[in-house]
Each structure stands twice: as C-alpha cells, then as structure tokens.
C-alpha cells in the first residue's frame, strides 16, 4: 500500500471516529485539518526520500559511465604500448561498467516517473486540503446559522406555550390590584389627618369647576331651558339675601279688619 493509501485510509478514519463522537462540527473539522496537514508533512518527507534516491541513482548512473570511459582510455593505452592482453583485460573492466551503467540507468527511469508522480500527488493533496480549508469555513457557518435556527424554533416552541403570558396577565392583574390599594390608602389617610369638621367644610365651600358650569350654562341656553345661568352657591345667596331685603318696598299696614285707610 503506497504512503497515499495509507494517508487516505488514516484520514477516513479519523473522521468516521470523530463523527461517531459527535463533536462539535467546527472542532471536528479543525481536527481533520490538522491531521491532514500533519499526514502531508509525513507525505513530503516521503517524496523527498523518493526524490533523494532518484538523485542517488542518477550519480551512480554517471558514474558507472565515467567508469567505462576511463578502461576504454585504459584499453587504448594498452592497445598503443602493444599489451594486447592488457588491453582485453580493460575492455572486459569496461563492459562491467557499461552493464551497471544501463541497470543504473533503468533504475533511474523507474525512480524518476516514480517521483514525478509523487510529486502530482502530493500537489493535488495539498490543493485537497486548501479547499478543505474553504470548505471548512463553509461548513461552520452552515453549522452556526443551523444552530441559531434551531435555537430559535426551540425559543419560538417555547413561546407558544400560554402559561408564560398567563403569568404576565396575572401579574398585570396583581400591580393593577396593589395600585389601587395604594390609591385608597392614600385617600383614607388623607380623610383620617386633621379635624374631620373642618374636611366638610373644606368640601362645602369648594368651587365648582368653571368650565363645566359655562359647559352647561350654553347647553341650557342651546335647548332653551329656563335657568341657562348657572346657580349661585348657597354662600352667595346668603350674602345676597340681605341687600334684597334691604332693596324690597315697605307694603302698605293693613288696616283693622283688613281694611286699608282711605
């Protein structure tokens, strides 16, 4: 299994295991990020020990072929000193050399596609988690805004429930009852304070509201009713009652027998 399997197999389950938590789906999202990008530091390491070796592979390679190069120098030598079987003896050298050349050469063909296709992997992992990243930030505003819908409909479920604005009535009732207990006391007080006699009197001699006298003095005279003019106050008549005494014409004395004089 290539190091991508395993990291995809590792990846799944850590979300299967945090969504049968059931976790808070930000946290749990964080969560699988940050294992992702941890699995892509082990991914890259990986590659680079891939890479590493293509590296190593492609020295051997050049050098294997700097080794044929040199015995087939050597074996010119030879042929030009007249050592003949010196020379055969550095071609064979060199034919070693060419054989590990072209195995070098094939191993690093393998490694190199090997390594490039890390490499595409390991780009389109990384892209991966950059739109896991967005994604991410998708999901928990989903998640927010699913929360605050729900707790609205539990408030809103609440809310339907008449025993709540019961208790509001029945407290509106309750402060209606307490202000006008307050009001009467303060009346009762009121009446209870001082010399009772002098309360009535106090009553008595209060005038009348002036607008509500001339309301019905037009009233009266609209309709036609005798009296439109208000009534005097019983005060007002008796300080009235002696200048009419005063201003009446004395009546003739009546004479015995109820006869006047002629």
Do not use: Y
């Amino acid at each position: 299994m290539g190091i991508f399997s395993r990291l995809g197999t590792l990846i799944k389950s850590n979300i299967n295991d945090l969504i049968s938590k059931a976790e808070d789906p930000e946290k749990m999202l964080s969560q699988v990020l940050v294992d992702m990008k941890n699995q892509l530091v082990e991914a890259k390491k990986q590659v680079a020990v891939a890479i590493g070796d293509e590296k190593r592979l492609k020295k051997q390679w050049d050098d294997q072929i700097a080794l044929s190069k040199d015995w087939e120098r050597k074996a010119m030598s030879a042929v030009h000193a007249g050592e003949d079987e010196l020379a055969k003896e550095a071609l064979v050298r060199q034919k070693e050399h060419d054989d590990l050349s072209h195995q070098f050469e094939q191993q690093w063909h393998m490694q190199k596609d090997a390594v490039d296709k890390l490499k595409d992997q390991l780009r389109m992992l990384n892209g991966k988690i950059e739109e896991a990243k967005r994604k991410k930030n998708i999901l928990v505003a989903r998640a927010k805004r699913a929360e605050a819908q729900k707790t609205i409909q539990q408030t809103m479920a609440g809310l339907s429930d008449t025993s709540a604005f019961d208790t509001f009535d029945r407290m509106a009732e309750k402060v209606d009852q307490i202000e006008a207990e307050a009001e009467a006391s303060t009346e009762l007080a009121g009446e209870l304070t001082g010399d009772s006699l002098e309360h009535k009197f106090k009553k008595l001699s209060a005038p009348a509201s002036p607008a509500a006298d001339s309301a019905l003095a037009a009233l009266k005279a609209k309709m036609g009713v005798a009296g439109a003019l208000p009534a005097k106050s019983t005060a007002d008549e008796q300080r009235a009652l002696p200048a009419a005494q005063a201003d009446a014409p004395a009546e003739p004395a009546k004479a015995a027998g109820g006869k006047t004089d002629a």
